[in-house]
């Protein structure tokens, strides 16, 4: 063999891993775009600092909610991925929401809100949330739903009616709208705890970064965590910034999962668009963070994330992984856990007259 050979031979053996890392990479940029480093603007709005404090206060504020005693934060927990961390059993969760919290984590770039999609964007979320009373819920299908809408509404003016009389939130109102003549008022709520909502973003994980370049920022076998995700068809719904929340799917594609994924009573986003197509069709979920969201589906059905991940390969895909091939997904899900948010504390007005009733 001439020498000219060998090292050309030598040359393609040393690149060759090189030359495999740079492919799945470029098909990799093609499905997924890395998380920002800035918060993304909301359209129609203008973040100002004062506007960010008080979207931060009315988010732990929970003197929101009708029992005076559940905040966002309580559901939304800032220091467990987003997520309250708890089964659908029992808790604010099961009585408020009647499906498994989605994390306020990267929320602000989904296509909808809640698992139905119910809300269009972070204020419309808000302002459907803050005000929910579990003594006032009736349970239908595709979630629990008010039973006297008046009584709701009465429920926000009582809101806008207490922080009117709370000298703190008066001042923090007026210098967050100094444009309003009225300024405390109940989109006004939704407003700023959107705008305080879209700053709750993660980037620079693991899978960003090696996005961006960075080929020591994958292991090995998240590496092939990521080809078979690739390769099963797993990105059909799971794609873009936030490697899901850009679509509805139906759940139980190729094989109808068992009740306590799938209850037959839950139709999903039917119940907001009656459309027989959209019957158990749900939002698929962000998968940013998902080490940190259990547990997972709309039910909270298991904590395991082995599981969930097995689960969506027979259902939706139609395919046994095995325990090596689940494993390296697995690998690959757990780097996409970012930067956390560091969120100090704000400390809340007093009330110095008694509650509205």
């Known amino acids: 063999m001439r020498l000219s050979s060998i090292v050309s031979l030598v040359a393609l053996l040393v690149s060759g891993p090189a030359f495999a890392e740079a492919g799945l990479r470029d098909r990799a940029k093609e499905l997924f775009e890395p998380i920002p480093t800035a918060p993304p603007a909301i359209p129609g709005e203008t973040a100002t600092p004062e506007k960010l404090a008080l979207g931060k206060m009315l988010f732990f504020e929970p003197r929101l909610s009708g029992s005076g005693d559940v905040s966002c934060a309580d559901c939304h927990n800032l220091s467990m991925g987003g997520v309250d961390g708890g089964a659908l059993s029992g808790g604010h969760n099961a009585q408020l929401a009647g499906r498994e919290v989605l994390t306020v984590l990267n929320a602000i770039f989904n296509k909808a809100q809640y698992w139905d999609g119910r809300a269009a964007n972070l204020s419309d979320q808000v302002v459907n949330s ?20 008046t ?8 809101a806008v009616e207490q922080f009117k009389k709370i000298p703190g939130y008066v001042a ?10 009225d300024p405390v008022a109940y989109d006004n709520i939704g407003r700023a705890i959107a705008l305080f909502e879209a700053t709750l973003i993660t980037p620079d994980a693991p899978f960003d970064r090696w996005l961006k370049g960075d080929d020591q920022a994958l292991s090995d076998a998240q590496k092939d965590g990521l080809k078979l995700f690739i390769d099963k068809g797993c990105v059909t719904c799971h794609n873009g910034v936030n490697v899901g929340g850009a679509m509805f799917a139906r759940f139980g594609v190729v094989k109808q999962p068992t009740a306590d994924f ?20 749900f939002k698929v979920p962000s998968l940013r963070n998902v080490e940190l969201t259990a547990p997972y589906f709309h039910t909270g059905a298991t904590f395991d994330l082995k599981k969930a991940v097995a689960v969506m390969g027979e259902s939706q895909l139609g395919v046994e992984l095995s325990a090596d091939e689940t494993d390296k997904i697995v690998a690959f899900l757990d780097s996409l856990t970012g930067r956390q948010p560091e969120v100090v504390l704000p400390i809340l007005p007093p009330r110095t007259a008694p509650p509205a009733l």
Do not use: C
């Open 130 to 149: 803050v005000m929910a009373n579990p003594k006032a819920m009736l349970k239908t299908r595709g979630g629990p739903m008010p039973i006297n809408p």
């Open 262 to 281: 799938l209850p037959p009573d839950d139709w999903g986003r039917f119940a907001v668009t009656k459309a027989v197509a959209d019957k158990y069709a």
């Open 151 to 158: 009584e709701h509404a009465i429920a926000k003016q009582r």
């Open 172 to 181: 923090a109102f007026k210098q967050a709208f100094p444009e309003q003549s």
